[in-house]
């Protein structure tokens, strides 16, 4: 395996405890694989040369632990990072396992359990900070419906803008150092789960307290399940300086979420995503929220992390490889040609005077309407350079 596409500290390739750690279970069948720990998943990580491990509270901590058994699992995951230096970038809460949560947590019909859903979510925080998290993310699985009557979505969307609201003020009271990520979904587990893109949670953002603490975590299956397309949703994050996490792996458009490897179906699209990160600087971790075949056994849910971070790094080649090919960056010239004849009202906004020359132009439409792109070219390039023709 050549070093080029070995992972090191600095591409901040991170897994999750539920990915390496996933055991297999589907709607339709038991698990085919043992439970691993979290001290154990450390280790592998470490194995297979990642950066970090993030968690959902009750990954590490058992839901039902006492207070002694939760110093007990924390002081034993602290020492397996001191151990292997694997770092704690990012936190979760489970706000969608436990029955109380059937009807959602900060959007639930039952002010009870929004309340309760704020308590364990500050608990959670408190743990994520405390092994060094500075990034929070939320992935409301259960914040949605199947019927809309049993609830109004209106309500629904300002006990979601409350919850957030509540939780920003209690970092800013506690003095933590901690950015929250709001993660969509069109759907699953719910029928319809409110907030489902990345352009809905920027809107919503923007009516919150404090939207300067608050981004996205954009995951890449989740848009494909809607049949949109990632690069873009991640764009208008990036655009609105609001990219504060990343989730990668693979999907089937318009499927179930199915969580692949890392550019193990849609290749070219991660691709797109890998090129657009590298080009833009993105210096926030890579998560990737994927998980193994159910058919793999531990020793290929190692492969199939190592793949994961691989492919990665093989685009991230390709990517200095488009960036530096003449005949594709001149097809890219030619398409974004600017003689600047167009800069005097595309450039500086508003002005009464210029506007005026603007409505007295004269346009040749039928010559604007003849000027082709050569897209067909210029894609099958990227073909020819992602095939290894090129």
């Keep these: 395996m050549s070093n080029q596409y070995i992972p090191r500290a600095e591409d901040k390739f991170t897994f999750g405890l539920w990915t390496v750690g996933n055991i297999g279970r589907d709607p339709f069948g038991d698990p085919v694989r043992g439970v691993v720990t979290p ?29 002694a058994e939760r110093d007990r699992i924390v002081r034993d995951f602290r020492k397996a990072m001191d151990d292997t230096g694997i770092v704690v970038p990012m936190a979760t809460t489970n706000l969608f396992t436990h029955p109380v949560f059937r009807d959602g947590a900060f959007t639930s019909s039952d002010p009870e359990v929004r309340a309760y859903a704020l308590q364990k979510t500050m608990a959670a925080i408190d743990l ?142 991660a691709f797109n995503v890998v090129h657009f990160l590298e080009s833009v600087g993105y210096d926030n971790p890579r998560h990737f929220d994927a998980h193994a075949y159910r058919s793999s056994d531990l020793d290929d849910v190692k492969e199939f992390a190592r793949g994961c971070m691989r492919t990665y ?55 604007l309407g003849a000027r082709g792109k050569p897209y067909e070219r210029l894609d099958q390039l990227l073909i020819d350079l992602l095939l290894g023709v090129r």
Aim: proline share 4%.
């Design 39 to 67: 001290v154990e998943i450390v280790h592998m990580l470490a194995e297979v040369g990642a950066w970090g491990v993030n968690f959902h509270d009750n990954d590490l901590v058992p839901i039902d632990a006492t207070a």
């Design 128 to 269: 994520g900070v405390e092994l060094g998290a500075e990034t929070y993310v939320f992935w409301g699985g259960r914040e949605g419906t199947e019927t809309d009557v049993g609830k109004c979505a209106v309500d629904s969307g300002r006990h979601f803008r409350y919850a957030i609201n509540y939780l920003c003020d209690y970092v800013i009271d506690q003095g933590y150092n901690l950015r929250f990520a709001l993660e969509p979904k069109p759907n699953e587990p719910r029928g319809d789960i409110y907030l489902p893109t990345v352009g809905s949670m920027l809107g919503f953002i923007a009516t919150l307290d404090h939207p300067e603490m608050v981004g996205v975590n954009p995951e890449m299956a989740h848009e494909q399940m809607a049949g949109l397309n990632f690069m873009h949703a991640i764009a208008q994050a990036w655009e609105a300086d609001k990219l504060f996490h990343i989730d990668l792996n693979d999907q089937n458009m318009d499927r179930y979420d199915q969580d692949f490897r890392f550019g193990s179906h849609s290749i070219k699209q």
């Design 313 to 367: 790094l093989i685009l991230k080649d390709k990517s200095r490889q488009f960036a530096a090919d003449s005949e594709i960056q001149a097809l890219i010239a030619e398409c974004t040609a600017d003689d600047g004849s167009m800069s005097m009202w595309l450039e500086g906004g508003y002005d009464p005077g210029r506007n005026n020359e603007l409505r007295r132009h004269l346009f040749d439409r039928d010559a």
